[in-house]
């Protein structure tokens, strides 16, 4: 659950749910089908949605689509700001040359985290080309980055946190919008301490 005050539900479970499955057909409609492509997903929760897009693209097409995950910790141009990053593990068990690319976020918001993950992926080689799916496009691009496949468009205020929660790390499915602290950096929801009820 939220740790600020909510100012809106944008998407509840039913409405992810539904986003993905009409993300997953238009990824098989651009790219003729699922041979071809793979799944990448940026941790924290990007990886659970390339999980889920995955998941639906067996269903509808019978294919088993290939899935990772890219941690980008240590790739941010704004890693400077936290001397002690969150490092997570990059899982990537498949050849990316071999692939085109469907890199995954939750809330797609300046761009940064998509330039980094991009540097971080191109480390695992050279895909054939690579699109980029987002649970979210909240605006306010700082560099040319454009998603290929939007959730939902979620107009906001610099003052606001746009926040997906996700199952099975949160205690909930849902896109929020939240009173952003004075001082505080917009960003991902935080993970949940063990023993937190927040």
């Known amino acids: 659950m939220a740790r600020y005050a909510t100012k ?13 499955t009409r993300m997953a057909h238009e990824i098989l ?5 699922a041979d071809h492509i793979a799944f990448i997903g940026i941790v924290t929760r990007g990886d659970l949605l390339a999980s889920e897009l995955a998941k639906r ?8 689509v290939p899935v990772g995950k890219l941690d980008i910790s240590f790739y941010r141009d704004d890693q400077r700001i936290s001397l002690s990053p969150e490092v997570h593990r990059t899982e ?4 990316v040359e071999s692939y085109d690319i469907v890199l995954v976020d939750d809330v797609l918001f300046t761009g940064r985290t998509i330039r980094a993950a991009l540097d971080a992926l191109m480390d695992y080689g050279r895909p054939r080309r690579i699109e980029l799916a987002v649970l979210v496009d909240r605006g306010h691009r700082e560099l ?16 606001e946190q746009v926040r997906c929660f996700l199952e099975p790390i949160d205690d909930e499915s849902a896109v929020r919008i939240l009173a952003k602290g004075e001082g505080e950096r917009a960003g991902s929801a935080p993970l949940p301490k063990k023993g937190d009820d927040a």
């Open 144 to 159: 040319p980055i454009r998603a290929d496949f939007v959730g939902k468009n979620v107009p906001s205020s610099l003052n």
């Open 8 to 20: 809106a539900v944008v998407m509840d479970d039913r409405d992810i749910g539904r986003a993905l």
């Open 57 to 64: 693209i067996e269903q509808i097409e019978g294919v088993q």
């Open 92 to 95: 990537i068990p498949f050849n």
């Open 29 to 33: 409609e651009v790219n003729k089908g």
